[in-house]
């Protein structure tokens, strides 16, 4: 039997090292309670342990707060969380950027409210944030249901604290056909996700993954820790929050929103985006802004904050830095 330098076999080398990592691990997970519960607010509302800001229904939303400079504020898509903007958060983060996201509420780590789960009260909630950390010159970037929050935002708080905007793989100006937009998803395709959600979510947070990060592609690289991430955040949500949600992200039109936009704004989209089509969405919503650039990523699909998160990354900071 091989032996470790030791002489110890190497199996019984490897258990103790497996044990060692797991009392580490659990030492690590119990550390944070801890602190929360013995350090003082800096705020009412604002733990220095775990950020969190009371809104003004009582609901709590949860935030993090890293770094120093110029804020960088994200908005997750459905049915996510902030851990989906960890990647860009960590690399503005490193260049000299303050970044910040939260859970909507009803997704992850915040409240779980029956009511409130509607653009407008998202927007409040961001408008709430921003204000409560005295934020200016802020970037704001959303991705898919987070864009329409932050061109809600815009529409209904304007643009005082903000300088910039990136939509990614954004929902504006709008998911369901109309009248106004003839060539956008008939509502029955939301009706079908309504269904699947309230029969069985989890199995089809799970299916969704498939188009969500286009692994259902020839030659996808795509593991099953990316999916897994995906359906652990989604299954975090409430069902009623996420439930309702589906009809905040198809079915609000974001044209006048996109109108009140006159700081520089840019979209970036997937070609290949199976879950909120190119042609109905950045195509459109790029011509309503007054300073819109696109940016279109051959082969992308919906979840470019994991599929293509190096070029991302990259545009993200030179957006931001100039």
């Keep these: ?20 990592t797991a009392g580490l691990a659990a030492a690590a997970i119990s550390l944070p309670a801890a602190a929360a519960s013995a350090s003082p607010q800096s705020t009412p509302n604002r733990s220095k342990t775990m950020h969190t800001l ?15 400079g110029r804020p960088v504020v994200f908005s997750h898509g459905w049915p996510l969380t902030s851990d989906a903007w960890e990647d860009q958060m960590m690399f ?25 789960n509607d653009m407008d009260t998202y927007a409040d909630d961001l408008a709430a944030l921003i204000d409560a950390l005295d934020l200016k010159n802020a ?12 061109a809600r935002y815009i529409g209904r708080h304007g643009t005082a604290r903000v300088g910039k905007a990136v939509l990614v793989g954004a929902v504006p100006p709008t998911m369901m056909k109309s009248a106004a937009y003839p060539d956008a998803l008939p509502k029955e395709v939301f009706d079908g996700i309504r269904a699947a959600v309230a029969a069985d979510r989890s199995q089809f947070f799970k ?29 975090q949500g409430s069902l009623k929050a996420e439930f309702d949600c589906i009809r905040q992200f198809s079915e609000t039109d974001f044209t006048e929103d996109l109108r009140r936009m006159t700081i520089p704004t840019l979209f970036i989209h997937g070609d290949d985006d199976q879950v909120v089509p190119l042609a109905n969405s950045a195509v459109l919503a790029v011509k309503l802004v007054k300073n819109g650039t696109l940016k279109i990523y051959p082969g992308g699909g919906h979840g470019l904050a994991a599929t293509a998160k ?5 545009d993200l900071l030179a957006f931001a830095r100039d």
């Design 1 to 20: 039997m091989q032996k470790d330098s030791s002489g110890a076999p190497a199996q019984t080398a490897r258990r103790q090292l497996l044990s060692t």
């Design 54 to 68: 009371t809104l003004k229904d009582g609901a709590q939303l949860f935030y993090k707060d890293w770094g120093k």
């Design 92 to 116: 503005l983060g490193q260049h000299g950027f303050r970044v910040i996201a939260h859970d909507r509420r009803g997704h992850g780590r915040s409240s779980q409210t029956w009511d409130g």
């Design 310 to 314: 190096q070029q991302l990354n990259e």
């Design 139 to 150: 970037v704001l970037v959303g991705h898919s249901t987070g864009g329409g929050e932050v």
């Design 207 to 235: 299916d969704l993954t498939e188009p969500f990060f286009g692994a259902n592609r020839p030659g996808a690289k795509v593991s099953q820790g990316m999916k897994d991430a995906f359906w652990l955040m989604g299954m």
